[in-house]
């Protein structure tokens, strides 16, 4: 026996020629939409709102109002569909809340909206407020060069700045000339050693003349000797004052140019601000002003901090260039009246005072075995 297939009421509405619902069935419909809603719930104050496939919203009943009733609106009762919620899941969307508090479905991770920051433009900023430190410092240095601009100027720092760079171009002179003695005496003890050994194979070779020969190799070895004593000693003492020249006073020197960035920086936003003051005052150039001053009062701070660095600096390089200088030359002079003197004791004995080892000819050369 064929069985009829179960229908939805709302399949079988029949409708007038009109279009309009036919009064026999309205009852009907409106008794079997009633059952499927929640309790507490009226069929004025509902709408069903039918979607594609595609939509999220499938199977959604809204509450609300409707169409056409003079109910008050009640609070919204959201009820997704299985299908609905299913597909929700599956997808594993992440949700973007902007601050607005309207949620929206997104793929992505979660990411609040106020916070989102462009690398470029941040970049681009950066870039801009370099520019315009680079334009007035630069029109700073161009004023002062030009005689049109005013600059700051610390007298006492200002000529303790120019003592210690003539200072400096005078130890390089000084190294240059030690670098050179040190070069000839180098080539000096080279001769009279290979001078020494000539003698010496001359003596074994001429018997008549073998005392002689040997007074003599024996004169120029020790000659040879004591110049690479007086070597040793002249080769610490330039070793000594090129770190001070080099090291010590070049990293003086280095604060002292960060200083001089530090004034240029302050005298530009100084000028700045003092045409500023000059003009007018209304509701545009205020903040301008405001924002100058700003911009004035850490420059200024920067500039007073570079200022008392660069005091300190001068001062303990003060202290150590005079107890650097003071055992080098001492230990230099010491040395090279003990060597022309012929005091070889003496010449020892200076060596030892200041801890200076001479390095054996050849120590340094790796022997056959290192070499395989």
């Known amino acids: 026996m064929a069985q009829e297939s179960p229908k939805n009421s709302a399949a079988e509405i029949p409708v007038t020629s009109n279009g309009q619902l036919e009064d026999s069935h309205e009852h009907s419909f409106n008794r079997d ?33 409707f169409p056409g009733s003079s109910a008050s609106t009640k609070s919204s009762v959201i009820s997704p569909s299985s299908a609905a919620a299913s597909r ?24 609040l909206a106020d916070e989102v920051k462009n690398p470029a433009m941040e970049k681009l900023e950066l ?20 005689g049109r601009g005013s600059r700051t100027v610390d007298l006492e720092l200002e000529a303790q700045i120019d003592i210690l760079r003539d200072n400096k171009k005078k130890y390089e002179n000084i190294l240059r000339l030690a670098q050179t003695l040190s070069t000839q005496l180098f080539q000096m003890v080279h001769t009279q050693r290979q001078l ?17 020969f040997g007074y003599n190799a024996d004169t120029q070895k020790l000659l040879a000797k004591n110049g690479e004593t007086l070597l040793g000693a002249i080769n610490f003492f330039i ?3 090129t770190t001070l020249v080099n090291k010590t006073i070049e990293d003086t020197l280095l604060t002292v140019k960060q200083y001089e960035t530090a004034r240029i920086e302050y005298d530009a936003y100084r000028t700045d601000l003092e045409e500023l003051n000059l003009g007018p005052r209304d509701a545009n150039t205020l ?23 660069v005091s300190i600096k001068l001062k303990f390089l003060e202290e150590n260039k005079v ?50």
């Open 127 to 146: 870039v801009r407020k370099w520019s315009l430190n680079t334009y007035k410092c630069t029109r700073q240095i161009i004023s002062e060069k030009l």
């Open 88 to 111: 929700l899941a599956g997808q594993g969307c992440d949700l973007i809340i902007p601050t607005g508090g309207r949620v929206q479905q997104k793929s992505g991770p979660v990411v």
């Open 33 to 65: 939409l009633k059952r499927s809603l929640p309790v507490g719930l009226g069929l004025s104050e509902t709408k069903i709102t039918s979607h594609g496939f595609d939509s999220t919203k499938e199977g959604v009943v809204e509450a609300g109002p």
């Open 196 to 212: 020494g050994d000539a003698f010496a194979d001359l003596s074994l070779k001429s018997l008549e003349l073998h005392e002689e």
């Open 287 to 309: 903040p301008k002003i405001e924002q100058s001053q700003q911009l004035f009062q850490v420059h200024k701070e920067k500039y007073d901090k570079m200022r008392n660095d």
């Open 323 to 372: 107890k650097v200088l003071h055992n080098q030359l001492v230990l230099f002079h010491n040395a090279i009246a003990a060597y022309f003197s012929g005091n070889q004791k003496q010449l020892e004995q200076t060596l030892k005072e200041f801890h200076i080892k001479l390095k054996t000819p050849g120590a340094d050369a790796p022997s056959w075995l290192e070499e395989q």
């Open 239 to 241: 070793a000594s004052v």
